[in-house]
């Protein structure tokens, strides 16, 4: 007789990994149920939980069985990427136990637009006619480089002054990005410029094969080869079917050239998550194209699916409404209206103060304020259009001894002693290289631009580069320490060493130079080691000159000042560094017409409403209390310390007379608190006729 035996054991239920998501999250997170389906955009609202949301969506197709090494997920930074990677790990490992950091090392194609570009072409570098071998300029070497073949071609000689290289390469660029015609990017954004129109087409047509002939890319060769490889309908075809999805963040931020890259990866949009948020493009001045996500439901045979994300978990409702009531304005968007659980009856304060000197003494008051009542300066933040818009508040922070930080200081990779010792790798990387040829080797005492360029010529005759190294004479001077660097030079090219030992090498050979050329060289070798132990976190030479070309380091001991003492500052930021940040406090300075909008910008439509998404990024970054302030005078730039040449401002024209009711309006000081200054005069004197008087 057959007995039937219950199962006893007891089974877990599943644990929904979606749980802490609000619907919309959830319904961007589920779009296709975890298979290749249709477009998506997801119109994420600031601190609506983009991130966690894109995170989400990468974990959900894991889990779902989306094999991670076809899932291509970009960002604008590779710090975004790891933390999205991160992420993803946590979020899957909730399901799927200990396999998930197993998957998520899968998850190898996680990175910027630059740095997936850059190992794309090194894939298909024979089917399109690379050498596989090269080196990536940073922006700093494309302008030297620009620089030496502006020279060739005697335009730095020319009778009125041509464009600097700077200038030279930011007019190229931006002709890449916005894939323009250069008469139309001369007579939009660089319109003094015009009358070099044929010289310039000769300078970039020759830029573009000096480039090739020392095998070098530029940051817009990363972009411009992958889209270019990508028009070809065999490459496209075998490029698309490596990734069954294709997720991109901040799309807001894309240029054309990178749209066309997703379109041609995904001409049906099958399998494409695009993520942003129109109301935040503001980087129009680097080619970005705030069309690319308004045009995008449209722009595959079957229109895209759009979710949008509205409730914001940052603000207070009183800053939401202001911001939201800013953006309503706007000629063209997504409609959405941000809102919030975060109840306040605190409104935004719009501030009226006479002149950028109280203007600077307000924001030190409050912020001493807010300290005293436990908020860290950390979490208070002062923005500002532009830079040189902090220069009162900044000799006042100093007055008063408070500390503070201002975003936007030298980047690591331009300290000198990091581009010596990397331009070293990458000369042995691709001793074509001649803007690194020419740096490492007037380092050698006695060799200057001529000897070196004697130098390089040699090892492009030679058979071996190495060889030629060692076979030429160099000047007297260089003659003792010539055997060590030719010793180094061939030990780097034949890898004789494992990487990263090499750049120890690099750094032993260097730092009797870094003696002679620097008096803190011993602060300078600091940043060395800590280049050495960032080395150890990638797998060869190759990966690690350019992924830390691409994406490096903010921090650097080199004209940078002292480090920092206090554990608690203030910060100080430009509106387009602020985006994507949060803090308590927030503070905005000048925001009346001239500076918000900028008085540069108040010409074409466009120009304009990007100046109004800029207003509403920086009062979106506010959690609890937002401060905008309004001098009605302010002294044009420069002339604070040296005349009296000022302004007089009317409040910003983003916040109209309609608008008023969601701002605390507040004078500043208050008649009653003065400081100690005496009263203004209740008099009413007209000088005018005194003065005409004085000769009748």
Not at 23 to 30: H, I, K, L, S
Not at 209 to 237: F, H, R, S, T
Request: net charge negative; with cysteine; hydrophobic share 45%.
């Amino acid at each position: 007789m057959n007995v039937a035996v219950r199962d006893s054991t007891v089974h877990p239920e599943p644990i929904d990994h979606l749980a802490r998501l609000n619907a919309e999250q959830r319904a961007a997170v589920e779009h296709g149920g975890g298979a290749v389906a249709g477009p998506l955009l997801i119109i994420a609202g600031a601190g609506s939980g983009k991130t966690n949301t894109l995170a989400h969506r990468v974990a959900h197709l894991m889990v779902k069985g989306a094999d991670p090494r076809r899932i291509l997920l970009m960002t604008f930074s590779r710090r975004a990427a790891s933390e999205m990677t991160r992420r993803v790990e946590r979020i899957a490992g909730e399901v799927l136990g200990d396999k998930a950091a197993v998957l998520s090392e899968g998850l190898s194609w996680a990175g910027t637009f630059h740095s997936v570009g850059a190992r794309l072409l090194r894939d298909y570098a024979l089917e399109i006619g690379l050498d596989p071998a090269f080196t990536i300029h940073d922006r700093e070497d494309s302008a030297d480089l620009m620089n030496l073949v502006r020279h060739d071609l005697g335009l730095s000689k020319t009778e009125s002054r041509f464009p600097a290289k700077g200038t030279c390469l930011a007019i190229y660029s931006r002709a890449v990005n916005a894939q323009a015609e250069l008469g139309q990017v001369l007579g939009a954004y660089f319109p003094w410029c015009i009358g070099w129109a044929d010289e310039l087409k000769s300078l970039f047509a020759a830029y573009v094969e000096a480039k090739q002939a020392q095998n070098v890319l530029d940051y817009d060769d990363l972009l411009l080869y992958w889209a270019q490889m990508a028009e070809e309908p065999g490459i496209a075809a075998h490029l698309g079917g490596r990734f069954d999805h294709v997720l991109v963040d901040e799309y807001q931020d894309t240029n054309r050239l990178q749209a066309s890259i997703l379109t041609a990866l995904k001409p049906d949009g099958r399998g494409l998550t695009v993520v942003g948020d129109d109301a935040q493009s503001i980087y129009s001045f680097r080619a970005a194209e705030v069309r690319n996500i308004l045009d995008f439901p449209k722009l595959f045979p079957a229109p895209a699916d759009v979710v949008t994300l509205d409730r914001n978990y940052r603000s207070t409702e009183t800053i939401l409404a202001a911001a939201n009531a800013v953006i309503e304005e706007a000629e063209e968007r997504f409609t959405k209206n941000l809102w919030t659980e975060r109840r306040s009856l605190e409104r935004p304060q719009l501030v009226t103060v006479r002149e950028e000197a109280e203007q600077a003494n307000y924001v030190c008051e409050k912020v001493l304020e807010a300290r005293e009542e436990g908020i860290a300066l950390k979490q208070q933040a002062v923005l500002f259009r532009a830079s040189h818009h902090s220069g009162p508040l900044e000799i006042e922070l100093t007055r008063r001894n408070i500390p503070f930080v201002k975003f936007g200081g030298l980047k690591f990779l331009d300290a000198a002693h990091v581009k010596d010792v990397l331009a070293v790798l990458r000369m042995a990387e691709n001793f074509r290289d001649r803007v690194a040829g020419f740096r490492v080797l007037q380092l050698l005492p006695g060799v200057g631009p001529s000897s070196a360029a004697q130098a390089l010529e040699t090892m492009e005759r030679s058979l071996d580069a190495a060889m030629g190294l060692a076979g030429f004479s160099p000047p007297a001077r260089a003659a003792p320490d010539w055997a060590a660097f030719v010793d180094l030079f061939t030990g780097l090219r034949q890898k004789a060493a494992a990487w990263p030992s090499d750049l120890e090498r690099v750094r032993l050979w260097y730092e009797p130079h870094l003696e002679r050329m620097h008096e803190n060289a011993a602060v300078r070798r600091a940043d060395l080691l800590q280049l050495e132990q960032i080395a150890a976190g990638y797998a060869s030479r190759e990966r690690f000159l350019t992924d830390l070309t691409l994406d490096p380091p903010d921090a650097t001991s080199d004209e940078a000042g002292p480090p920092y003492l206090d554990e608690d500052y203030l910060i100080l930021s430009t509106i387009h560094s602020a985006k994507g940040q949060e803090w308590a406090k927030v503070f905005v300075l000048n925001a009346v017409d001239g500076c918000i909008p900028s008085d540069l910008a108040v010409g074409e439509r466009e120009e304009i409403e990007e100046e109004r998404r800029l207003l509403y990024v920086a009062m979106t970054r506010a959690k609890d209390s937002l401060h905008l302030i309004t001098p009605q005078r302010f002294y044009v730039h420069g002339q604070a310390s040296r005349g009296d040449r000022h302004v007089y401002a009317s409040r910003t024209r983003f916040i109209a007379d309609h608008m008023l009711d969601r701002f605390e309006r507040v004078s500043w000081p208050p008649p009653a608190a003065s400081g100690g200054r005496a009263p203004r005069p209740d008099v009413r004197v007209d000088l005018k006729s005194r003065m005409r008087g004085m000769w009748r």
